[in-house]
């Protein structure tokens, strides 16, 4: 399989706890964004990656979440200190360099965060 | 802002029958990307088609269809003869053009269908 790839699936947590999680992008795709979404809610875009650089972050963002994408490769995505709110499915998507603008995005199956 | 509106929140068919998802949008950009993508239970979006702001031509392809009309804001998306496989929650989403690298999808609430046997 060589889609975007995202672990884990589910993650349950405790309010308070830290998670971490991973995101494997399709191979040869340098850009690589992060998305929220909440139950009935189109997915929110979080932040986007062009190889190693973190372009852009939402002011959904809080100083609670850091992203990074160490080489460019692969991106993690922390919370700190969750809280209820943060409950959502956390979506990542990856697309191609390409001269040619609007690369559709390539979602991931998505880690469904719980906080309890 | 950008914004996109997906007034069906719900829709509910038998199989076999045409069903048309409706999209309308808000953007100050002249030109923009429009996007239609379908998520199943599994939970993956799955990308179905792309439409920038200086085409207009209809599109497509197989059972589906795309209807872009820039006088009215809206980019409907048909079925026809639906099936089954089709239930999902259909998506439409909206992107500008910022410097050619036009990353953030401003995504509707989407509508899910379920196509009945």
């Known amino acids: 399989d060589t889609g975007v790839s995202q672990n884990p699936r589910h993650k349950i947590t405790k309010r308070g706890q830290n998670v971490t999680f991973r995101c494997d992008p399709i191979s040869e795709h340098n850009r690589l964004y992060w998305y929220r979404q909440t139950l009935g809610q189109g997915p929110e875009f979080l932040t986007y990656?062009?190889?190693?650089?973190?372009?852009?972050k939402s002011r959904l963002l809080s100083d609670r979440f850091s992203a990074e994408r160490p080489k460019g490769s692969f991106s993690t995505l922390e919370i700190q200190r969750t809280e209820q709110g943060d409950s959502a499915m956390y979506l990542c998507?990856?697309?191609?360099?390409?001269?040619?603008?609007?690369?559709?995005?390539?979602f991931g199956n998505g880690t469904r965060l719980t906080v309890t | 802002a950008q914004k996109v509106t997906q007034a069906q929140t719900e829709i509910s068919v038998v199989e076999k029958e045409d069903v048309t998802l409706d999209c309308v949008y808000e953007t100050r950009d002249t030109t923009y990307y429009l996007f239609w993508y379908k998520q199943p239970p599994s939970g993956e979006l799955v990308f179905l088609i792309r439409r920038n702001s200086f085409d207009e031509q209809n599109e497509i392809s197989g059972r589906y269809s795309w209807n872009f009309q820039k006088s009215t804001s809206s980019f409907n998306f048909t079925i026809t003869a639906s099936q089954v496989v089709d239930s999902a929650v259909y998506f439409c989403a909206l992107s500008d053009d910022s410097g050619g690298s036009n990353y953030k999808l401003t995504f509707g609430k989407g509508t899910l269908l379920t196509v009945n046997p």
């Open positions: 998507a990856s697309s191609p360099r390409t001269i040619i603008s609007a690369s559709p995005l390539h």
């Open positions: 990656f062009q190889n190693e650089a973190q372009l852009e």
